[in-house]
């Protein structure tokens, strides 16, 4: 968990990152209220729940139910404790490359701190958020648009395929050949999926923009 808390939470562009994600929930949150109530968000990957820390913050007072998901029980169990003065927030087990397509349930909002880049399509993926979300609704993400060399040591490990299992990205934009998206195809492939791009912060004239991690929000046309 501490080396978790270190890489996606304590550092400056983590900060930075969970702040505008915080601010760009709220805002749609706030829009979406005044039509229906309670608005719903799904946050996918939440893990440690550093993104999710600061985006509750931001929504005290709004009428909302939070569906906490992740892959792994050991962190829905550290969330329920973590997170145990907010009523308004259940948890659950979802994988996005399996779960997502079908399912009756329909969102308001989703969100997804580093964890959009692990679908084994990326355009089929937001299709299905596309699908998922009532009209309206967005989707509030962070993602790294580079792979740096830090992650190039482990990241093609971690994502290795199981046997007999696809490597993510072999059939969409990435050919296989990487992980991560620029920030110029993840508003293309949002496009084609039927979002209209919302915002992509840092702009390139901030200081954080160096670090070629964004947040990026985009509406469901």
């Not at 740096?148 to 072999?170: D, E, Q, R």
Request: hydrophobic share 45%; net charge negative; glycine share 8%.
């Amino acid at each position: 968990m501490l080396t978790a808390e270190g890489a996606y939470r304590e550092n400056i562009i983590s900060h930075y990152l969970n702040l505008a994600a915080r601010e760009a929930v709220a805002g749609i949150t706030a829009r979406i209220a005044a039509d229906r109530a309670p608005v719903r968000i799904l946050e996918l990957g939440a893990g440690i729940g550093g993104t999710t820390d600061e985006v509750i913050s931001g929504l005290s007072g709004l009428p909302v139910d939070y569906h906490f998901t992740d892959l792994s029980a050991f962190f829905l169990n550290a969330a329920r404790e973590r997170f145990a003065d907010h009523p308004w927030m259940r948890y659950g087990i979802v994988d996005m490359n399996r779960d997502l397509r079908g399912t009756t349930e329909r969102y308001d909002i989703v969100i997804g701190a580093n964890v959009l880049h692990n679908a084994l399509h990326i355009g089929e993926m937001l299709r299905d958020l596309h699908d998922l979300l009532r009209p309206g609704g967005a989707v509030v993400f962070i993602e790294a648009c580079k792979a740096n060399y830090p992650l190039l040591t482990s990241m093609k490990f971690l994502m290795s395929a199981a046997p007999g299992g696809t490597h993510p990205g072999k059939e969409d934009i990435r050919q296989g050949a990487r992980i991560f998206l620029t920030e110029d195809e993840w508003c293309e492939q949002l496009r084609s999926a039927g979002f209209t791009p919302l915002l992509v912060l840092p702009e390139r004239d901030h200081p954080m923009f160096l670090l070629d991690q964004r947040v990026i929000a985009a509406i469901r046309d």
